[in-house]
């Protein structure tokens, strides 16, 4: 993360850092480099004296390290969301851990928003609550699929149906009838923080749908 460090890195590497350029880049993209590499170089490693302002070039081109572990982290998590974890699941371990470094990346005055900032937040709160007892408790009546219609406040409502939209119904108009449920089936520890991590959970299915959405778009 040392600016001068970073700085020599690339002066010391350019041959090298041209050579897979010419292979991954345009053309024009690998021209423009060539010929702009010391320029390139200052605007990425020196950081602005004026603080003021976010608009200059070494905000968005240093914010760009922070994409593929956010794609990561994104893919990981949608990944965990439709499969049953338990509380020590390493994945889900390796997943909070890459959270962390993610925030850490976007934390730099300018890199992003703090409306960004905050929704990684949120995101990575989602992800941690998979590692409690509320979470726990849903796999287990997934699995063992209990009658659940004597509970009126369903209304008809399909508990099991896995549809993402159904899911997030589930955790927002259905929710304190989910809570019952839950508290019922597995005690009062599934619906400690309830409101929360219902909450949380909303959002991350949300954040599942639209990366599903996105990636059958680009198909």
């Not at 880049?25 to 950081?47: G, H, M, P, W």
């Not at 890459?98 to 709160?125: A, G, H, R, W, Y």
């Not at 287990?140 to 159904?166: H, M, T, W």
């Not at 019922?184 to 599934?190: H, K, L, V």
Request: glycine letters at 2%.
């Amino acid at each position: 993360n040392n600016l001068t460090t970073q700085h020599k890195s690339f002066i010391s590497g350019k041959s090298c850092f041209l050579e897979v350029a010419e292979q991954e880049c345009s053309r024009a993209q690998y021209n423009l480099l060539s010929t702009k590499f010391d320029q390139f170089i200052e605007v990425l490693t020196v950081k602005p004296s004026d603080t003021s302002s976010c608009s200059s070039s070494y905000y968005k081109y240093n914010s760009l390290k922070c994409g593929p572990m956010m794609t990561a982290m994104s893919w990981e998590a949608s990944f965990l969301a439709t499969i049953n974890t338990k509380v020590n699941d390493t994945r889900v371990l390796e997943l909070i851990d890459l959270c962390d470094k993610v925030q850490i990346c976007m934390s730099p005055d300018c890199f992003f928003t703090e409306i960004e900032k905050k929704i990684m937040v949120e995101n990575c709160e989602a992800i941690k609550s998979k590692y409690t007892e509320y979470v726990a408790c849903q796999w287990r009546i997934k699995k063992e699929a209990p009658d659940l219609s004597e509970y009126k406040c369903l209304n008809g409502f399909d508990f099991y149906n896995n549809e993402v939209q159904n899911q997030i119904e589930k955790f927002t108009t259905k929710k304190d009838c989910v809570k019952e449920i839950l508290e019922d089936y597995c005690g009062p520890a599934a619906g400690e923080n309830f409101d929360y991590n219902a909450e949380m959970t909303a959002k991350a299915l949300v954040m599942y749908e639209s990366s599903v959405n996105m990636y059958q778009g680009n198909d």
